[in-house]
C-alpha cells in the first residue's frame, strides 16, 4: 500500500503561525531600525527560509520500498532496511538510521508531519519497520 499525503503546519497551527510571524516581523523592524532596510530584510527571509518547515508545506510518500519526504529546500527518502530508529509524538515522527541517539539527530533523520493522517502513517510505518525486523 502506498500512502501520499501533504503536511503544513502554518494552516494547521494558525495561532503559533501567527505569534512566529509577529515575532520575526518585530525583530525584523528592530534590525529595520537600527541597520537599515536592507538588513531589515535580509531577517525576515533568514528567518522564514529557517523556518521553512513550518511556513511551507511538505509532501510525503510511504510506500513498500520506503519513506520520502520533500519540503521547500530539501528531499530526502530513506528505504525502509536502513532505518533503525522510530520516534513519534502527535504531530509527527522521526526515522533514523542509527541505532543509538546521537548529538547528530538534529541535523540528520527524516521528519515526517503527520498533518491529518497520524493514524494512517503510525500505522504504515509501524508495519514496515515489523517487516524489516522480521526479515
Same mark, same amino acid.
Given at each position: 500500500?502506498?500512502?501520499?499525503?501533504?503536511?503544513?503546519?502554518?494552516?494547521?497551527?494558525? %495561532?503559533?503561525?501567527?505569534?512566529?510571524?509577529? %515575532?520575526?516581523?518585530?525583530?525584523?523592524?528592530?534590525?529595520?531600525? /537600527?541597520?537599515?532596510p536592507?538588513?531589515?530584510?535580509? @531577517?525576515?527571509?533568514?528567518?522564514?527560509?529557517?523556518?521553512?518547515?513550518?511556513?511551507?508545506? /511538505?509532501?510525503?510518500?510511504?510506500?513498500? $520500498?520506503?519513506?520520502?519526504?520533500?519540503?521547500?529546500?530539501?528531499?530526502?527518502?530513506?528505504?525502509?532496511?536502513?532505518?533503525?530508529?522510530?520516534?513519534?509524538?502527535?504531530?509527527?515522527?522521526?526515522?533514523s538510521?542509527?541505532?543509538?541517539?546521537?548529538?547528530?539527530?538534529?541535523? /540528520?533523520?527524516?521528519?515526517?508531519?503527520?498533518?491529518?493522517?497520524?493514524?494512517?502513517v503510525?500505522? %504504515?510505518?509501524?508495519? $514496515?519497520?515489523?517487516?524489516? /525486523? @522480521?526479515?
Amino acid at each position: 500500500m502506498e500512502l501520499t499525503w501533504g503536511a503544513h503546519p502554518l494552516k494547521e497551527r494558525l %495561532l503559533a503561525g501567527t505569534l512566529t510571524s509577529m %515575532l520575526i516581523l518585530a525583530l525584523a523592524s528592530a534590525v529595520f531600525a /537600527s541597520a537599515g532596510p536592507a538588513w531589515g530584510i535580509l @531577517t525576515v527571509l533568514a528567518l522564514v527560509l529557517a523556518l521553512n518547515r513550518f511556513y511551507f508545506p /511538505s509532501r510525503f510518500v510511504i510506500d513498500r $520500498h520506503g519513506v520520502a519526504a520533500r519540503y521547500l529546500l530539501s528531499r530526502k527518502r530513506y528505504e525502509w532496511s536502513s532505518v533503525r530508529r522510530f520516534l513519534w509524538d502527535k504531530r509527527g515522527a522521526y526515522l533514523s538510521t542509527r541505532g543509538r541517539r546521537s548529538w547528530l539527530d538534529a541535523h /540528520s533523520g527524516l521528519t515526517v508531519l503527520f498533518g491529518s493522517h497520524r493514524t494512517e502513517v503510525l500505522n %504504515l510505518i509501524r508495519r $514496515h519497520m515489523d517487516e524489516v /525486523s @522480521t526479515r
